[in-house]
């Protein structure tokens, strides 16, 4: 496998991922690279963009004990709580840094599962997160894209000083 972490401000991260249609063998294998890279990391969850792949998949573990990943295509919230957390959040294509980041505690999520079948599911806490984190992805934005621009632009330009 040869696939890498694409750094920030690249193309991929800042375009909406197209449209999965149907889940083939390709996808299967991309699913399977992204687990073992999330894996690596470690992480919660992978988007295709964050590989400079502009297809809408991610995977998502937040268990505390590895083997419960979700994997998805075309991901798309229905609901999100009112219930709103302050959370952690990071990514590997802005290394070094990260900011607390305000998302509902749990959402319903319809994707296209594994086995090319339409799946609604219920998520809370990290889970819920994380999966949003993936979806903001999907969309061509960064965690850091839901902050202030002032905070946002603090942290890109420390994570440019740390990568120097």
Aim: hydrophobic share 40%; net charge positive; aromatic share 4%.
């Amino acid at each position: 496998m040869t696939r890498k972490i694409v750094p920030w401000p690249h193309p991929c991260l800042k375009i909406r991922a197209k449209h999965v249609t149907k889940v083939t063998s390709k996808i299967l294998q991309l699913w399977s690279d992204m687990i073992t890279i999330m894996e690596e990391m470690p992480g919660v969850g992978l988007a295709a963009p964050q590989l400079g792949i502009g297809l809408s998949l991610a995977v998502v573990d937040a268990s505390l004990e590895r083997g419960q990943v979700i994997r998805m295509a075309n991901p798309e919230v229905l609901h999100a709580s009112q219930k709103i957390e302050v959370g952690e959040e990071a990514s590997p294509n802005l290394a070094y840094v990260s900011s607390e980041i305000k998302r509902p505690r749990g959402i319903t999520v319809r994707y296209l599962n594994e086995f090319g079948v339409i799946q609604e599911r219920d998520l809370v806490g990290l889970w819920a997160r994380s999966t949003l984190h993936q979806i903001d992805h999907l969309n061509g934005r960064m965690y850091f894209d839901n902050l202030s621009k002032l905070k946002r632009g603090m942290l890109i330009k420390k994570a440019e000083k740390l990568c120097a």
